[in-house]
């Protein structure tokens, strides 16, 4: 173990790796504090670049982008009114009504503290679970397998989502969409209509981009002569006063950690819900529920720490089943296939350097986090000014390239045009498309599963629940089902 | 634009039996009932439930006064509706002439374009389009070798 450990410093503690990190942690400031640009955004621009690059560089880039991405989503939050990307929502008026009060420096300084310090504690408990759970999945077979995906198909389309079928049609959507191409059990081409291009299947990143990036900009492109009033107030010593907020907040902070890294883990729920719920769960058993509302530190402690515990949390199921915790682990767990590092308990035994690698570049993104965070406060101004109106078409440009780069012809741009104006269509609708993604990336797993399950038990579906592990994630999937489904129909009844 | 739920729904159920429709004419698996066609069969079979529930969800949504469709208030300014639907179009464009033409003059057109779109002044449009398709094809092209199309500027580059 020491070994790899020591063979992980050496691949991170490499220069090239350690620019990648630097260049991603500064375009993740960006993206995250651009209001309109998301986190998961910023994967999605990312990946056509990791593309070419070792898995080490490639994964270490999309970490520290997202953890920048989600703290800097608070500093237009405190500035505009604006959430930067979805996971600071949950706060944002509190944040804005905080600076109207004139404590826009320390809400900016426990915004960034709490936000490094509550990712570092999402990646304690990544270190300590995951290697872990590997053990325990090393026994695991393709039936376990099978309910482990449907498991989490079920979690992403059910907990996470305002509302569940939505939730479940987007996701069989993507299961469907994932069965173009040559069919994994049989090797008989589906649904490709002769063309030879897509007996490859959907490619997986252009799609990624159309369906995050591209319809995120047919909705910018409206909007995009609006902006908000910025405010006045200068920025000042952002960390003066922290002392004293963590005396009285440090409960909070734990809480929402905790709360952050158990929703990050859960696979669909990622900061975004982690920082709903830990708000909610501060205002509930706060001594002063009163303040919340009026410019009040305490949730904004609490829930800014769960949102950043939550992106590290949600690699745990990603790193040991190769189930996404969310969408952006969704996209990383696509590129680990594409870089032959399947995702799963072998990878802990056959290279386990690369699991240490992934480890250590968290917490350095989570301590980078610090000064740079502190460089974008200080020039928040600057950032929150860039034209949207040079910004979008340079990033629809880098979108349609990204793709083409991915099977070097015009297929790629195809994809991307058609899932991203399929990803506003069922936006506009309702339809979330973090579930088409997730079908996407598992689609193969679950029906390579399925079907080797079904070979093995000769049709009998029996044979899914014959043994321990495999019985009993299946019976608690089940149970899972017919709870959603009983309180479904029961909240249909009562407000009608 | 929301559509009401019967629409997405008969779309759903629409596309599903072509699905199934499509899946036909798979090969079984030697020895066995089944083979590549039950997984899309399964998964067509729950998009026609989830069709069917939202049918009946829009029907009550439209008895409640719902329209069928509802546009945007953004759809009823030109130039707004203009720019949304320039951007497919932008695309689809790129996809038509970029083999012939090449990528740089087609990416600095499409650039220059948006920004006076968009309402950028000419004098910062033009270089900040030149620079970000010489960016773009620098990184793409020069150092992650991917063959961008050169189009008519094959025998320059």
Redo the contacts between chains.
């Keep these: 173990m020491w070994d790899a450990i020591g063979l992980a410093f050496g691949l991170v503690l490499d220069p090239y790796v350690l620019w990648v990190c630097l260049a991603s942690a500064v375009f993740g400031i960006f993206v995250g504090a651009m209001p309109g640009l998301t986190a998961t955004m910023a994967t999605a621009l990312l990946v056509p670049i990791t593309f070419f690059m070792p898995p080490v560089p490639a994964i270490g880039a999309i970490v520290t982008a997202t953890a920048m991405a989600i703290f800097a989503g608070d500093i237009p939050a405190a500035m505009l009114r604006i959430p930067g990307t979805p996971a600071s929502a949950a706060y944002t008026d509190e944040s804005y009504l905080m600076s109207r009060k004139g404590l826009l420096d320390l809400n900016l300084g426990a915004n960034l503290v709490f936000s490094a310090v509550g990712g570092l504690f999402g990646v304690a408990i990544l270190i300590l679970a995951a290697p872990l759970l590997a053990e325990v999945a090393l026994n695991f077979s393709s039936f376990e397998y099978f309910w482990l995906a449907a498991l989490g198909l079920t979690c992403a389309t059910f907990i996470a989502q305002a509302d569940p079928l939505k939730g479940f049609v987007a996701l069989l959507m993507g299961l469907a969409i994932a069965t173009i191409g040559i069919d994994p059990a049989a090797g008989h081409p589906r649904f490709t209509f002769g063309s030879v291009e897509m007996l490859q299947g959907v490619s997986f990143i252009p799609a990624m981009i159309g369906l995050f990036a591209i319809s995120e900009l047919l909705r910018g492109v409206v909007t995009i002569d609006q902006s908000a009033e910025m405010l006045k107030q200068q920025v000042g010593n952002v960390f003066r006063g922290l002392g004293q907020v963590w005396r009285r907040y440090w409960r909070n902070f734990f809480r929402g950690s905790l709360i952050g890294t158990g929703i990050g883990a859960l696979p669909g729920a990622g900061a975004d819900i982690a920082a709903w719920i830990s708000y909610a769960v501060s205002k509930r058993f706060s001594k002063e529920p009163e303040k919340f509302g009026t410019g009040h530190i305490e949730g904004i402690v609490e829930a800014t720490s769960a949102n950043n515990s939550a992106v590290a949390a949600a690699w745990i199921p990603a790193l040991v089943f190769g189930i996404p915790g969310d969408s952006i682990t969704a996209i990383v767990i696509g590129v680990l296939y594409m870089k032959n590092m399947n995702p799963g308990p072998a990878v802990f035994l056959q290279n386990p350097q690369l699991i240490y690698a992934v480890f250590i570049i968290f917490v350095l993104a989570n301590l980078l986090m610090l000064p740079i965070g502190w460089a974008a406060i200080k020039l928040a101004k600057q950032i929150l000014r860039t034209p949207r109106n040079m910004l979008l078409p340079m990033i629809l440009l880098f979108c349609i390239v990204g793709s083409y780069a991915m099977t070097n012809s015009i297929y790629g741009i195809i994809i991307m045009l058609v899932m991203g104006l399929f990803g506003w269509i069922m936006e506009e609708n309702g339809f979330p498309v973090g579930p088409v993604i997730l079908g996407l990336v598992l689609g193969e797993l679950f029906e390579q599963s399925f079907m080797t399950s079904m070979i093995k038990s000769d049709g009998s579906l029996l044979g899914f629940f014959s043994r321990p592990i495999a019985a009993t994630l299946g019976v608690t999937t089940i149970l899972l089902w017919v709870y959603m489904l009983t309180r479904n129909a029961r909240s249909r009844r009562e407000p009608a | ?3 009401n ?1 019967t629409v ?1 729904g008969l779309m ?1 159920i629409a596309l599903s039996g072509l ?1 199934i429709y ?2 036909l004419d ?2 079984d ?1 030697p020895g ?5 066609s ?3 069969r399964i ?2 079979s ?2 026609i439930l ?1 069709g069917a ?2 049918i009946a969800r829009g029907v009550s949504a439209r008895r409640a006064g719902l329209p069928w469709i509802a546009f ?1 208030d ?1 759809t009823r300014d030109p130039w ?1 509706l203009a ?2 639907l ?3 179009a ?3 464009l ?2 038509l002439v ?2 012939q033409v090449g ?1 740089i003059p087609v ?1 600095f057109a ?2 220059l374009f ?2 006076l779109w ?3 002044r000419l004098v ?2 033009l270089p ?1 389009a030149a620079a ?2 010489w960016i ?1 094809h620098w ?2 092209a020069t ?2 070798r ?3 199309p050169r189009g008519l500027l094959t025998d320059i580059l």
């Design positions: 634009m929301r559509t739920d997405t759903l699905m499509l899946t798979f090969p698996f066995q009932k089944y083979g590549p039950l997984f899309p998964l067509a729950g998009l989830c529930i939202l945007a953004w707004r720019s949304f320039m951007l497919p932008l695309v689809v790129y996809i970029s083999e990528f990416a499409m650039l948006m920004f968009f309402r950028a910062v449009a900040v970000a398709t773009v990184f793409f150092m992650m991917v063959p961008l």
